[in-house]
């Protein structure tokens, strides 16, 4: 080839060097640009056909190297929306077309992007910088699981969210050995001689009864007073009267116990004076009326298990309070109750809530032995706190949730007290979470997962097309989209540009120099033209 050759080669080179510097412009004029993955520069030597002794290096062609797998830094974001990939993978975008009758528009095509600089638009989509749009999978959110596989736009309503009745009550506590200064005391005596009422006078003597104490029991507003006297009238006139008067549906069951049947919804039971105390628990029936104490009494001998706010249907909030009344020594016997009626107070047992421990260890519910693996779940049907009615509420004790460790103040000790219903809510703001899911948060202090972000990976990412807007396109070299739900993402974070500025100032100089060396090279060829051409004259 010759001059001409050298002349050609050294066009070459210099074109070559002038793709590298595009290259490098590119770089730097993107090193703030989020999610940017920066170009190299690779080139091809192009050797002529010719005999082994006569071959030349030849020319060169250069041509662009993509760096999408490689990682910019990731710093943190103000911005609840913006997510950053720490890991490989890309986002899902589609781009808006237009509007339909006020509604945006999005193309069937599916674009990848490493941006992640998303915030809500005024209809409620998640849009980056760039003006792309981001897509996932939708949440059920009953289960909590993706409730889906085809990605679809992410679209966060700004409305209210409904209220949410209380199902169930998570409830783990500890009771103490010993109820501080002897609280609950007197509910001992009552159930080791609760089967024993039938009409014996002595058993005045074994509650502990003198003449002159007075029992009084009111019932839907009528009350029954009876006096103590030297031979235990009270307990022969109280049977009397249950047996021959019927006592509003009160009777003696087969056990001897006063069993009470329920007369209306407002049917309640007051016992006050020197017996009530003794009396309270021989109060039973199949299906128990609102039964109590005297609610300065109750409260006097037991102890406070904590209070919880839970919901109605329709949103309407209540205050449930709880107390533990001991009801025997060995083995240690407790009954959980509840506050229905605040004004004038009233308590109410728990169904089927009844324990006994043995060396603090949980050891039989209701007669049935228990064991630290079963998890225990009790009901309260109907609950209903000052007229409000809530419903059905569970109360999940867990396995090994409930016990009786001695504890120096004598009070129980809650370490677990939370509810799962919630009041009607107004959206308050929305967030990417670590694990790519979109969570809006509600006034009610609701947070509601609503979509999970997807990624899509590639067997060669870097054969990707790339867009304007730092979106790629999947090519035949690139291989199809695999979508991924698994997260590998940081919120409140964005990824960098991977353009390092010191590294393509390094390069602008090689390449500077590798340029001017090619423009010496044209010169020189045009030199040697010139003396040749000069021969002929």
């Known amino acids: 080839m010759g001059i001409y050759g050298a002349l050609a080669t050294a066009v070459t080179g210099m074109a070559a060097q002038s793709f590298a510097l595009e290259n490098i412009s590119g770089n730097i004029a993107n090193s703030q640009t989020t999610g940017y993955k920066r170009m190299e520069t690779g080139f091809i030597d192009l050797i002529p056909d010719a005999a082994v002794g006569r071959q030349v290096p030849g020319a060169v062609l250069g041509y662009s190297r993509s760096t999408n797998d490689v990682r910019g830094d990731i710093v943190t974001s103000p911005t609840g929306t913006h997510v950053a990939l720490n890991g490989s993978g890309y986002f899902v975008v589609a781009e808006k077309t237009g509007t339909s009758d006020g509604a945006a528009v999005f193309g069937q ?135 021959n008067t019927g006592a509003a549906n009160a009777r003696l069951d087969e056990a001897g116990r006063l069993a009470v049947s329920p007369i209306d919804a407002d049917y309640a039971i007051t016992l006050s004076g020197d017996g009530a105390t003794q009396m309270y628990t021989t109060l039973t029936a199949a299906a128990p009326p609102p039964v109590h104490l005297n609610a300065s009494q109750f409260v006097n001998r037991s102890v406070e298990g904590g209070a919880i706010t839970v919901y109605a249907a329709n949103g309407a909030s209540v205050n449930v309070q709880m107390r533990w009344g001991k009801l025997s020594g060995e083995p240690d016997t407790w009954q959980l109750y ?125 054969q990707l097309k790339r867009l304007d807007g730092g979106v790629y396109s999947s090519t035949a070299e690139s291989g199809e989209a695999i979508i991924s739900i ?16 010191s590294e393509e100032f390094t390069k602008l100089i090689v390449t500077q120099q590798a340029y001017s060396a090619g423009t010496r090279i044209v010169s020189t060829a045009d030199e040697m033209m010139q003396e040749a051409l000069n021969m002929m004259r």
Do not use: C
Request: proline letters at 3%; zero cysteines; aromatic letters at 8%.
């Open 109 to 243: 095509a599916q674009y990848y992007s490493r941006r992640g600089d998303f915030e809500m638009d005024s209809e409620g989509y998640l849009r980056n910088g760039a003006g792309y749009y981001l897509m996932g999978v939708p949440i059920d959110s009953s289960t909590g699981n993706v409730s889906g596989s085809v990605p679809q736009m992410i679209k966060v309503s700004n409305g209210l969210i409904g209220a949410e009745a209380t199902g169930r009550i998570k409830y783990e506590l500890n009771l103490p050995a010993e109820p501080a200064s002897g609280l609950s005391a007197d509910f001992a005596t009552v159930l080791s001689n609760a089967d024993q009422l039938d009409g014996d006078s002595e058993l005045a003597a074994d509650l502990g009864w003198t003449a002159g104490d007075t029992f009084a029991m009111t019932i839907n507003g009528t009350t029954h007073t009876f006096t103590e006297g030297t031979d235990g009238t009270t307990l022969d006139d109280l049977i009397a009267w249950v047996n």
């Open 338 to 462: 509840y506050m229905d009626k605040s004004q004038p107070q009233s308590w109410t047992p728990v169904p089927n809530a009844e324990f006994e421990f043995d060396d603090g260890v949980l050891s039989r519910h209701n007669g049935s032995t228990v064991s630290l693996e079963d998890t225990l779940v009790i009901q309260i049907p109907g609950l209903s706190v000052n007229g409000t009615v809530v419903g059905d509420v569970e109360i999940d004790l867990g396995a090994g949730g409930l016990t009786q460790f001695d504890n120096a103040n004598g009070r129980a000790s809650v370490s677990t007290l939370t509810q799962d219903g919630y009041p009607a809510g107004s959206f308050m703001s929305v967030a990417v979470n670590d694990s790519g899911r979109v969570v809006a948060t509600y006034s009610n202090g609701k947070q509601i997962e609503l979509f999970q972000i997807v990624t899509a990976n590639f067997n060669a990412e870097n």
């Open 486 to 501: 698994d997260g590998g993402m940081t919120g409140g974070a964005l990824e960098t540009s991977n353009t390092d500025i």
